[in-house]
């Protein structure tokens, strides 16, 4: 097993692509080791001293270090931790875990315009982001404004203002007039 890394926009996180499929549908986040109990990989990862938080993708596996962590002393334990794991046949997620789309739901008026806003974020903004390692989801939409959740090499990027700010938000006005800005959200 071959397992390939690219660095992301965010020093801090690392994106391993090993190969295979990780997720069939949709992504999964684990801002902490608390969280990955539904993943024996997650669980595997946090394992490693200095890790901080793991995603999933549908073909990769980020991994989120602590500032204090070098990537040359937890990479190869990462690697090891990654082959391991597929090499054990056990699942990526526990057998109770459910696909989500990663969207919050929205009950209201607005409701055609977060279909918009969603379509969009799906077909052209979620693609590139899970290029660089994370994913971009609604979380809501009030007065004009859209809040999104921010995952994986996205969460604690410093490039991720810019990408909300010059990217998505000129997107979404761009197309939707009722838009007028876009805001991330805490986890």
């Excluded at 052209?124 to 979380?139: C, L, S």
Aim: hydrophobic share 40%.
């Amino acid at each position: 097993m071959f397992i390939q890394t690219e660095s992301t926009p965010n020093p801090a996180t690392l994106k391993f692509l090993p190969g295979q499929t990780v997720l069939e549908v949709g992504t999964a986040d684990f801002p902490s080791a608390d969280a990955a109990g539904t993943s024996p990989l997650a669980q595997r990862l946090f394992a490693v001293n200095g890790v901080t938080g793991v995603f999933f993708g549908m073909d990769f596996v980020t991994v989120t270090k602590d500032d204090d962590v070098e990537w040359d002393h937890v990479k190869p334990a990462l690697l090891g931790a990654i082959m391991e794991h597929y090499q054990s046949g056990q699942p990526v997620m526990g057998a109770d875990h459910q696909p989500v789309s990663g969207h919050a739901e929205h009950d209201g008026e607005d409701g055609a315009i977060v279909d918009q806003i969603k379509e969009l974020l799906d077909t052209r903004v979620r693609p590139a982001v899970a290029q660089d390692g994370g994913d971009i989801t609604f979380h809501g939409f009030e007065r004009g404004v859209v809040y999104l959740h921010m995952q994986g090499a996205c969460a604690g990027c410093p490039s991720s203002t810019l990408t909300l700010k010059m990217g998505i938000e000129n997107l979404l006005r761009h197309y939707i007039p009722e838009v007028t800005e876009v805001r991330p959200v805490a986890a």
